[in-house]
């Protein structure tokens, strides 16, 4: 028996495991999700059950199935428990975790700004927004962790804000990586400074799975917007060069 | 009286400067621009006819104007002059220079892969296309000379090779920071590394020419051609997101 506090992981993709590998010096990590076959260095294998009762709780599913997950989940949470969730987007999951979670735990969404790739080499310095969902006290405290234990830059900012945000800094760098991955093989001989930084951010996302494109492209609700304005630009500077 | 070869420097903007800069050490850099107001550490200023009576003579000026500047200096080229552009694109130039200079000159194109951004910590390992365009040994020796004395990486292609592949490489990469740049204020804090690595992409071209892009996206053969299927595969993102 490990004397670290359990913590329960639902969802063990790519970011899943990710987290898992951190979290795991600092938690008993109790990992559910229907495709894991079975324990590895750092998580043990739990039904949904036993990841839902810990009293730590991250929700590391696709946003397109996070309301699904709510529902199934929230007879299973213990009292006070803290649920978090790690979504691209920030708006829709907080409104469902407060609508569908009993009023007995509390709530912390975050955004964990980076991935396995830019991950590769350690936490530090890299971002987390941090929004306070229900329970100011445990945003700050959340956040207060990711800051002194793993090393992360974190930013309090309001589900919208983060939005906001991130409607222009993944919505337009997802759509340029999804178009110019489209186009490849692309050179990479003759290749320019600037190309190539391109193409590392375009490499940084090439293995997402097509659910974060549509949580960041779909899910957030600025989004659309942002792309309107992009493509206008787009369709000015086609016109003025081929118009 | 400097004891270093002479070479006539045509056009001194920001590629022409930074020419000067590292040939200073090689040569005797007289320059010749209209905008020139006197001589700095790199290069001495003199009328068109000095520059281009030199026995290498680098043309440094904007595609847009380099038909004209051919006619101009083509009566004051010495008889064996090397003449070598350091233009974008290589086929336009490269058949203009053929065209309107004398028999008597030996003729190189280059293309630098690189700006006064790229080349901030040095020129060596940075790339530069060497283009045949009259006199084989001529076009070998100055891609021997680029490797050894400035460290760079020499590509030896055919301008219609390296049209092919600028077009991709830089065409879609000043077109996307065509648009970016248009939609400052970008975000500077929430953002991921991806994000951040493209925009280092679109810093590194941001302060080239309106003449720049204007040569790489017109006068490129290539690249009206690369730029429909990249229009083609976003205007597909768009109708799949918000068709």
Redesign the interface.
């Known amino acids: 028996m490990s004397a670290k506090p359990r913590l329960g992981l639902i969802g063990y993709g790519a970011f899943g495991k990710l987290t898992a590998q951190h979290l795991a010096a600092h938690f008993d990590v109790r990992a559910f999700d229907p495709a894991m076959t079975g324990d590895d260095g750092f998580a043990t294998r739990v039904d949904l059950a036993g990841a839902a009762g810990c009293p730590v709780v991250i929700l590391a599913v696709p946003v397109g199935v996070l309301e699904h997950t709510l529902v199934e989940i929230a007879p299973m949470l213990s009292a006070g428990a803290l649920v978090i969730d790690v979504g691209s987007v920030k708006v829709k999951p907080a409104e469902a975790m407060q609508r569908l979670l009993p009023d007995h735990v509390r709530i912390v969404g975050t955004h964990p700004?980076?991935g396995p790739?830019?991950a590769r080499d350690g936490l530090t310095g890299?971002?987390i927004?941090v929004c306070e969902v229900r329970g100011a006290r445990d945003a700050r405290r959340t956040a207060a962790w990711c800051r002194l234990r793993l090393g992360l830059k974190v930013?309090n900012?309001t589900p919208e804000d983060?939005d906001r945000?991130?409607a222009?800094?993944?919505g337009?760098?997802h759509?340029?990586?999804?178009?110019?991955l489209?186009?490849e093989p692309?050179?990479t001989?003759?290749?320019?400074?600037?190309?190539?930084?391109?193409m590392?951010?375009?490499d940084?996302?090439r293995h997402d799975s097509p659910a974060v494109y549509q949580a960041i492209?779909?899910d957030n609700p600025f989004a659309?917007r942002v792309?309107?304005?992009?493509?206008a630009?787009?369709d000015?500077?086609?016109g003025e060069?081929?118009g």
């Open positions: 700004l980076f790739q830019s890299l971002r927004a930013f900012v983060h945000e991130a222009t800094v993944q337009l760098t759509l340029i990586a999804k178009v110019l489209n186009m692309l050179p001989r003759m290749t320019t400074a600037s190309f190539e930084r391109v590392q951010g375009v940084m996302v492209e779909r659309a792309r309107e304005r992009f493509f630009l787009f000015q500077a086609r060069l081929d």
